[in-house]
C-alpha cells in the first residue's frame, strides 16, 4: 500500500535534546518536504528536497536540520537551537518535475517539548 | 508571495451545498490555486487545482473567476466527512519556487446533521 509514513505520532522530550522525525515513503516521489503546524495556523515550510543528497532551506529553518541520503527517507532533526520545538510536524511528497502535481501528505508527528 | 484570503469559518447542513470562497488579488499568470484540506490531527489532503477554466473532480468543483483574484470551491452535497480545515492556496511554478505552496489558516467547515 503506498504511502508516507511518519513516526512515531507523538513523541515527547526534555528541553535541550535533539530529537529527530522520520519520514518514510514508497511512492517513488522525487521531492520531499517538511512543515511545521502551530494550533489554529497554517503550515509553515522548514526544508524541501527535490533530489537525493540536495536540500533547499524553508522558510523558518533556523533550529532544524535534514538530510537526504536516501530517495525513500527525508528525515528532520529538531536541535536545541530551536526555540520553540513543540508543534505538529508534516512531511509530504510530490512528484518532481511535472507543473502543477500535488503534495501527499503524511500523518503528523506530534513533538511536545519540556 | 501571492497570498490568499479566506473566511476563518462557514457552516452548512447535511446534503446542501457549500461554496468556500478565496479571494486571491495578487495572484500572478503562472500561479496554479490548489485547494487542500486537514482533519483535526491528520495531514492536509489534497481536494483539486485549477488554473484558468474551472474544474470538477469526484471530490469537488473549482470555479474559478474570469479575472483570477477569486475561486470558488464548491462541495455539491456537504456530507459529516466533509467537516475540516480548507485551504485555498497558490502555488507558483516558476523557476526555484517549484513546489512551494503557502498555506494560510483556512476555513473550518462545520457540518451539521
Same mark, same amino acid.
Not at chain 2, 486571491?24 to 499568470?29: D, E, L, V
Given at each position: 500500500d503506498g504511502g508516507i509514513t511518519q513516526s512515531p505520532k507523538y513523541l515527547f522530550r526534555k528541553e535541550g535534546q535533539n530529537v529527530t522525525l522520520s519520514c518514510e515513503q514508497n +511512492? =517513488? @516521489?522525487d521531492a520531499m518536504y517538511w512543515y511545521r503546524q502551530d494550533p489554529g495556523q497554517g503550515l509553515r515550510l522548514i526544508y524541501y528536497s527535490q533530489i537525493v543528497n540536495d536540500f533547499q532551506k524553508g522558510d523558518i529553518a533556523e533550529g532544524y536540520s535534514v538530510s537526504r541520503e536516501k530517495k525513500e527517507s527525508f528525515p528532520l532533526t529538531v536541535t536545541s537551537?530551536?526555540? =520553540?520545538? /513543540?508543534a505538529f510536524y508534516l512531511c509530504a511528497t510530490r512528484v518532481a518535475g511535472t507543473r502543477d502535481s500535488p503534495l501527499h501528505f503524511g500523518n503528523g508527528t506530534r513533538l511536545t517539548v519540556t | 508571495d501571492a497570498k490568499t484570503t479566506q473566511p476563518n469559518s462557514m457552516e452548512s447542513n447535511e446534503e446542501e451545498p457549500v461554496h468556500l470562497p478565496c479571494n @486571491?488579488? /495578487?495572484?500572478? &499568470?503562472t500561479d496554479y490555486i490548489h485547494w487542500y484540506r486537514q482533519l483535526p490531527s491528520q495531514g492536509p489532503e489534497y481536494v483539486i487545482h485549477g488554473l484558468t477554466s474551472n474544474v470538477n473532480n469526484r471530490m469537488a468543483s473549482l470555479a474559478i473567476a474570469e479575472d483570477r483574484k477569486s475561486s470558488t470551491l464548491i462541495l455539491h452535497r456537504a456530507t459529516l466527512r466533509d467537516a475540516a480545515v480548507y485551504y485555498c492556496i497558490l502555488r507558483d511554478?516558476? &523557476?526555484? /519556487? +517549484? &513546489?512551494r505552496l503557502y498555506f494560510g489558516r483556512g476555513t473550518q467547515l462545520t457540518v451539521w446533521p
Open positions: +511512492l =517513488n @516521489h537551537a530551536q526555540k =520553540n520545538p /513543540t | @486571491h488579488s /495578487t495572484i500572478s &499568470g511554478v516558476r &523557476g526555484s /519556487t +517549484l &513546489g
